[in-house]
């Protein structure tokens, strides 16, 4: 069976930043957001990015937007028209035409859309930045993606104080449609919403994904929203990825500790199965394994030497010394 055809693929892509501080704003510090993270995402797939506030999803999904720019990697993006293209070497002005195919739907549906603009002014906006000046084209695709997403065209008048947060989460997918993109970013796109709004978004994202062809890079951090709506998930810590695999697989049997936490933290206890609490994080080693202050399998090689990803099982990888289901550890 042949491999899925990639839309957007990452290699060693990493981001730090200088920490300031003192009376002259003096550096004293590096903090390393996000280290060489790398990976795949099919065309059509739902590729989930899962961890902790702080770990660096956002700042790795930035970077691949170029709102960010990275310090290092790769950022290969298939183009149907210009086949593979790396981001990072492309300037501001030869992004601009890639600009309409990568698009970002944001966490705050308050904070992302501006009270003094019209939805019409709001979602027609990437249209205008990509280069279209044809006031009429621009009107009838507002009123055709305000219809996809379940808004009627006489909303195009009104401003975003006039709308529930439903409704605004709605309008910022229609933005992000706008332009026809290939490749979405979703940044923590429900997380703002309450449960019930929560489900009627997904179903939506879910619908318009094989309506359009779309492919997702989905940040969250409820892995009960992550289950619903991905496919391969990767689990971020402290920057890294440390476990990538597809949905079935990752919730089944993890296989780095984090991630049987993080599962365990949020599931519920069944009777004569023992409890796993995430500790504090405590102090990262400078050399080692950066989960071992918070491991509870952790051995004298964890402290020595950090570990890299590697393959345990078909399209299943660990960043771990262990393999936890073979081990029995």
């Known amino acids: 069976m042949a491999e899925p055809t990639p839309l957007l693929e990452v290699k060693n892509l990493s981001k730090s930043y200088v920490l300031r501080g003192g009376f002259f704003d003096t550096p004293n510090g590096v903090v390393q957001a996000v280290d060489r993270v790398s990976l795949s995402i099919a065309r059509g797939q739902t590729f989930g990015l899962v961890g902790e506030s702080g770990c660096g999803k956002t700042t790795t999904a930035r970077m691949i937007v170029r709102v960010v720019e990275p310090d290092g990697g790769e950022i290969a993006f298939w183009d149907d028209e210009l086949g593979r293209l790396d981001l990072c070497l492309l300037s501001g002005r030869q992004m601009r035409p890639l600009r309409r195919k990568i698009q970002m739907i944001f966490q705050d549906p308050y904070a992302s859309l501006d009270p003094r603009m019209t939805v019409l002014r709001i979602v027609g906006e990437p249209l205008r930045a990509t280069g279209c000046t044809d006031q009429r084209a621009t009107r009838e695709r507002v009123a055709e993606v305000l219809e996809m997403v379940g808004l009627r065209h006489e909303h195009m008048s009104r401003y975003p104080h006039a709308f529930s947060g439903g409704q605004r989460q709605r309008i910022g997918i229609a933005r992000a449609l706008a332009t026809e993109p290939r490749l979405v970013v979703a940044d923590e796109a429900v997380s703002a919403l309450d449960v019930s709004v929560q489900a009627q978004i997904l179903n939506l994202l879910r619908e318009l994904q094989g ?4 492919t997702y890079l989905f940040i969250a951090h409820d892995l009960g929203v992550v289950r619903y709506i991905c496919d391969v998930v990767g689990v971020m810590y402290l920057g890294r990825l440390v476990e990538v695999a597809d949905k079935a697989s ?17 599931s519920r206890p069944e009777p004569g199965r023992p409890v796993v609490h995430l500790s504090a994080p405590g102090t990262v080693p400078a050399s080692g394994c950066p989960f071992l202050p918070r491991c509870r399998y952790q051995k004298d090689t964890c402290a020595r030497e950090a570990p890299e990803l590697r393959q345990v099982a078909p399209g299943h990888t660990v960043s771990c010394h262990f393999d936890l289901r073979l081990t029995g550890v």
Not at 250 to 266: I, M, Q
């Open 250 to 266: 990752l919730f089944r049997s993890p296989r780095h500790p984090y991630t049987e936490a993080l599962l365990a933290a949020a």
């Open 211 to 214: 309506r359009l062809n779309l």
